[in-house]
């Protein structure tokens, strides 16, 4: 178990002096200055440290690659001590940890942002995100699902989103979580990951998409655009052909089926597909297929 879990279970934490691995250096370290900070700073009748808040400011300006490990060691102890660090000092340190490759600390300190009083700038949550694989991503979704006072905006959150469904499909139950209105296009951009050859992928996400979607905005290309996905993805395919000419009667709705072609092209195969057996819509699909050759 981390330092940092522990921290924020247990009411005790003592201090201890950081041993530094960098038997190299040749300057005064952030190690260094906090070892010393330990020498100068007095304790309450609690035997707590009260550090000072310049003094932790200045520990974390001075830490480098080859001594973050040490570093978190001790942070941990400063945050143990029950001292307030400033939220602005907590986001330099995740920030110097993720870029010195410490996401995993990070992700730690996300999941227990309530017991060590941290709530994290969203930029130090985006710059996290594009930092970690898939996998800690998808772990940093759920953090932030379960975490109402962690924060991430729209724009951030669209960011975010990839050409992997499993990704697209966490973006979207965040959204959800935190109430945040995606644009039309991002919308558009999750729908059409759950198209796999001719499979629809989480029919049950794509009903309740329908559901908090279907009305969508009717002047807005993008947002017609995921009705008819999921119409598709449904089966609804009268209103999947209804919605599809909409499209292409509104401005650039030809130029934007022409330039969504590579996801456009299956779905129209799966909607011929629907309607073989019934020739009056069948007869208005192949004339709307025409306009788009």
């Given at each position: 178990m981390s330092k940092l879990i522990q921290l924020a279970f247990k009411p005790h934490y003592f201090v201890t002096r950081v041993q530094s691995i960098n038997s190299k250096a040749k300057s005064f370290t952030a190690i260094d200055f906090y070892n010393n900070l330990l020498l100068k700073t007095q304790t309450n009748k609690n035997g707590r440290y009260k550090f000072q808040t310049n003094d932790v400011g200045q520990f974390v300006n001075m830490i480098e690659k080859d001594n973050i490990k040490e570093a978190i060691e001790g942070f941990n102890n400063i945050l143990g001590h029950n001292n307030q660090v400033h939220c602005g000092i907590k986001d330099k340190f995740m920030l110097k940890c993720i870029e010195f490759d410490?996401?995993?600390?990070?992700?730690?300190?996300?999941?227990f942002h309530?017991?060590?009083?941290?709530?994290?700038?969203?930029?130090?949550?985006i710059t996290l995100a594009k930092k970690l694989d898939d996998e800690a991503l998808i772990e940093l979704f759920k953090i932030l699902k379960t975490s109402p006072f962690l924060k991430i905006d729209?724009?951030?959150l669209s960011n975010l989103?990839?050409?992997d469904p499993k990704i697209s499909y966490e973006v979207y139950r965040v959204a959800?979580?935190?109430k945040i209105k995606l644009q039309p296009k991002d919308l558009y951009r999750i729908a059409r990951q759950f198209l796999s050859g001719n499979k629809v992928r989480k029919v049950g996400f794509m009903t309740q998409f329908a559901?908090?979607?279907g009305n969508?905005?009717?002047n807005d290309i993008y947002s017609s655009l995921s009705i008819l996905f999921t119409h598709v993805y449904l089966t609804n395919k009268q209103q999947a052909i209804v919605e599809l000419a909409k499209i292409i009667?509104?401005?650039?709705?030809l130029t934007i089926l022409k330039q969504e072609e590579q996801y456009i092209k299956p779905l129209l195969e799966i909607l011929q597909k629907q309607v073989e057996n019934d020739e009056k819509w069948k007869s208005r699909l192949d004339e709307l297929i025409q306009k788009l050759s």
């Amino acid at each position: 178990m981390s330092k940092l879990i522990q921290l924020a279970f247990k009411p005790h934490y003592f201090v201890t002096r950081v041993q530094s691995i960098n038997s190299k250096a040749k300057s005064f370290t952030a190690i260094d200055f906090y070892n010393n900070l330990l020498l100068k700073t007095q304790t309450n009748k609690n035997g707590r440290y009260k550090f000072q808040t310049n003094d932790v400011g200045q520990f974390v300006n001075m830490i480098e690659k080859d001594n973050i490990k040490e570093a978190i060691e001790g942070f941990n102890n400063i945050l143990g001590h029950n001292n307030q660090v400033h939220c602005g000092i907590k986001d330099k340190f995740m920030l110097k940890c993720i870029e010195f490759d410490q996401t995993k600390y990070v992700l730690d300190a996300l999941k227990f942002h309530s017991a060590i009083k941290y709530f994290p700038h969203p930029s130090v949550i985006i710059t996290l995100a594009k930092k970690l694989d898939d996998e800690a991503l998808i772990e940093l979704f759920k953090i932030l699902k379960t975490s109402p006072f962690l924060k991430i905006d729209s724009a951030d959150l669209s960011n975010l989103i990839k050409d992997d469904p499993k990704i697209s499909y966490e973006v979207y139950r965040v959204a959800l979580q935190k109430k945040i209105k995606l644009q039309p296009k991002d919308l558009y951009r999750i729908a059409r990951q759950f198209l796999s050859g001719n499979k629809v992928r989480k029919v049950g996400f794509m009903t309740q998409f329908a559901q908090e979607n279907g009305n969508g905005n009717e002047n807005d290309i993008y947002s017609s655009l995921s009705i008819l996905f999921t119409h598709v993805y449904l089966t609804n395919k009268q209103q999947a052909i209804v919605e599809l000419a909409k499209i292409i009667e509104q401005k650039d709705g030809l130029t934007i089926l022409k330039q969504e072609e590579q996801y456009i092209k299956p779905l129209l195969e799966i909607l011929q597909k629907q309607v073989e057996n019934d020739e009056k819509w069948k007869s208005r699909l192949d004339e709307l297929i025409q306009k788009l050759s």
